[in-house]
């Protein structure tokens, strides 16, 4: 489970590349500017509307400065280890697997269209257990837990439910995404999880053994330039899991 992730990749499963976070920052930029001009020029006379204006347009902007930054296009990853070899439509990929419970929700947004959700298309995901295996290779070949495909419904939503990751060597804690549509794959990325919340699951149950994962975030080769848009939001405890969402966003 130490291979290089980077050199896993497939032409089949290759992502379309979507606006650069660094793009996405300088347009957001712009659009800021282009709204402190406009204030400044339509002031009205009035003090007391002057007042009432000013407080409404940086509420106004503020919020769709807040909009803008939430809708950008989530960062290509390799496909990396490894990618399921057949379709597996269910949302409980947990088959015999042991391990604290996640309720996982993804949802997926066209960043085309002011991030409104994406329906009808397949979004995949496979993870390793406990112990750091995945299915389908080497001495779990047979094996099919932890994968599903389920598509997204009328709010881009699909769900899943899993256990929390385990890890392997060299990489921080993660769950493989690829968002498909007509066999033709739109995005290839990978979710992370706050290393806090790793290390008090690492601590208990089936983890226990293995202990915290050595490679945090932060050091991680995928995620060390762009976790910020690559985290889930985590809420629970080991006793009674976890639910976790993420957000997928697209220019389809």
Known sequence: MQDNERKLASPKHRAKAGIGRREALALIGATSA?????????????????IADTTTTAATAASDAAT????????????????????????????????????????????ATSCAPLTGVNVEIWQCDASGNYSQYGSERSQTYLRGIQTTDANGQVRFTTVYPGWYQGRATHIHVEVTRNGQSLKVTQIAFPDAINNEVYGSGVYASRGSNPTTNTRDMIFADSINSEMASVAGNPSSGYSATFTVGLAA
């Open 68 to 111: 803008a930054a939430a809708c950008v296009v989530t960062p290509n990853e390799t496909i990396g280890p490894y990618p399921s070899l057949i379709d597996l439509f269910r949302s409980d990929i947990r088959e015999s697997k042991s391990g604290t419970r996640l309720d996982l929700a993804i949802t997926v947004v066209n960043t």
């Open 34 to 50: 282009a709204l402190a001009v406009g204030c400044a020029s339509d002031l009205p006379t009035s003090p007391t509307a002057a």
